[in-house]
């Protein structure tokens, strides 16, 4: 298969809910900075005042303050530590737009079809084991003429970024995340569903690490 992200059978959700327990209590103090600028153009991307949003692996919930007070949203995660984070997160900014915080697998959504106005997942096609079965689910789950904003670090293909990324991603199951994560999953998966198209695809601050996409379904 051409396009599999390397090492891809190598984490299942039980790698994810390991790796993400270790995180909780140190992720704030590690990621909230430095990957800010990602969750500042996912939000301002998937935003819909007045409308409901679907925040998929909401993670300690570091983008819902970044959302319009009017805007109603639903965050999901496989991870309760990282949950219990983002209630707190809620409580304690009086954030009463967020309608709930759930547990739930990405790839399986207990949503009926069409229930959101948008998706947005800043920081998480990289982390689902399987993030072709994980977009189905998000184009799924998405009103028509609604929109999948993602951020995530797309892979180098050649050069020393990408013999490192190689590296990293031997490590995969225990760093929780496919760090050779390459575009054409994204681009691939795009192109062979006729109703969603490419709306944006622009890099982003750190140095052009991350990348914003937002993918949009016919309406
Ligand atoms: C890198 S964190 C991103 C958290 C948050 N979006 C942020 O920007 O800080 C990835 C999150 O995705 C969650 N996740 C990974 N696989 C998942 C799955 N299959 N279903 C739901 N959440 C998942 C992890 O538990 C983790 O909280």
């Given at each position: 298969?051409?396009?599999?992200?390397?090492?891809?059978?190598?984490?299942?959700?039980?790698?994810?809910?390991?790796?993400?327990?270790?995180?909780?209590?140190?992720?704030?103090?590690?990621?909230?900075?430095?990957?800010?600028?990602?969750?500042?153009?996912?939000?301002?991307?998937?935003?819909?005042?007045?409308?409901?949003?679907?925040?998929?692996?909401?993670?300690?919930?570091?983008?819902?303050?970044?959302?319009?007070?009017?805007?109603?949203?639903?965050?999901?995660d496989l991870s309760r530590p990282m949950l219990?984070?983002?209630?707190?997160?809620?409580?304690?900014?009086?954030l009463n737009q967020v309608e709930g915080l759930?547990?739930?697998?990405?790839?399986?959504?207990?949503?009926?079809?069409?229930?959101f106005d948008a998706v947005v997942a800043p920081?998480?096609?990289?982390?689902?084991?399987?993030?072709?079965?994980?977009?189905?689910?998000?184009?799924?789950?998405?009103?028509?003429?609604?929109?999948?904003?993602?951020?995530?670090?797309?892979?180098?293909?050649?050069?020393?970024?990408?013999?490192?990324?190689?590296?990293?991603?031997?490590?995969?199951?225990?760093?929780?995340?496919?760090?050779?994560?390459?575009?054409?999953?994204?681009?691939?998966?795009?192109?062979?569903?006729?109703?969603?198209?490419?709306?944006?695809?622009?890099?982003?601050?750190?140095?052009?690490?991350?990348?914003?996409?937002?993918?949009?379904?016919?309406?």
């Amino acid at each position: 298969m051409t396009n599999a992200v390397p090492h891809e059978s190598a984490i299942g959700n039980a790698d994810v809910e390991a790796a993400y327990a270790r995180w909780a209590p140190i992720y704030d103090l590690t990621f909230a900075l430095v990957m800010r600028p990602g969750r500042v153009a996912a939000a301002a991307a998937a935003d819909r005042p007045g409308g409901l949003v679907l925040d998929v692996g909401v993670g300690t919930g570091l983008e819902l303050p970044l959302f319009d007070k009017a805007t109603r949203l639903v965050g999901i995660d496989l991870s309760r530590p990282m949950l219990a984070k983002a209630h707190a997160r809620v409580a304690s900014k009086r954030l009463n737009q967020v309608e709930g915080l759930l547990v739930m697998d990405a790839m399986h959504l207990a949503f009926p079809d069409a229930t959101f106005d948008a998706v947005v997942a800043p920081y998480v096609l990289t982390v689902v084991p399987d993030p072709r079965a994980s977009l189905d689910e998000w184009a799924r789950v998405v009103k028509p003429g609604g929109e999948i904003v993602l951020v995530n670090h797309v892979g180098a293909e050649r050069g020393a970024v990408a013999a490192i990324e190689a590296w990293l991603g031997r490590r995969s199951a225990s760093l929780g995340w496919h760090p050779q994560f390459p575009w054409a999953v994204i681009g691939d998966w795009i192109a062979a569903r006729p109703g969603m198209t490419l709306a944006e695809r622009r890099p982003l601050a750190p140095f052009g690490l991350f990348t914003l996409t937002r993918i949009k379904k016919a309406g």
